[in-house]
């Protein structure tokens, strides 16, 4: 059987790239001032945890990115489903190693302090 190609025109591909752009330029300025608002903020107990939180959601975000630039260059459905496949799986991955750090940073409540 034959896997029918995807027909999306060269300008929807180009519109959608675009939009990804401009919305990874707006994560980035809100990363940003995250990150400078909590560099304001003194050492609490929380606040390593919340820098680490930040950092990883920045982290998705970025993959997230990409692999929407990746989907809008899928050129049939079998394409489609390996990129979300691959997507989905890393994510689990990520996600897992994120929670191994958070937990790592909770059971060592004096890691990098004097």
Do not use: C, W, Y
């Not at 959608?16 to 609490?44: L, R, Y």
């Not at 930040?54 to 809008?72: D, G, I, P, Y």
Request: neutral net charge.
């Amino acid at each position: 059987m034959i896997e029918p190609k995807l027909e999306v025109p060269a300008e929807l591909r180009d519109l959608a790239e675009k939009t990804i752009d401009q919305a990874e330029k707006a994560f980035g300025m809100f990363f940003d001032a995250a990150t400078k608002s909590m560099s304001s903020v003194p050492g609490g107990p929380g606040t390593d945890v919340s820098k680490q939180a930040l950092a990883f959601t920045e982290q998705n975000m970025k993959s997230a990115f990409e692999h929407a630039r990746k989907l809008v260059h899928a050129t049939d459905l079998q394409e489609a489903m390996r990129i979300q496949s691959d997507f989905l799986r890393s994510q689990f991955t990520s996600a897992g190693d994120h929670m191994r750090q958070m937990t790592g940073s909770f059971m060592q409540p004096g890691k990098g302090k004097s």
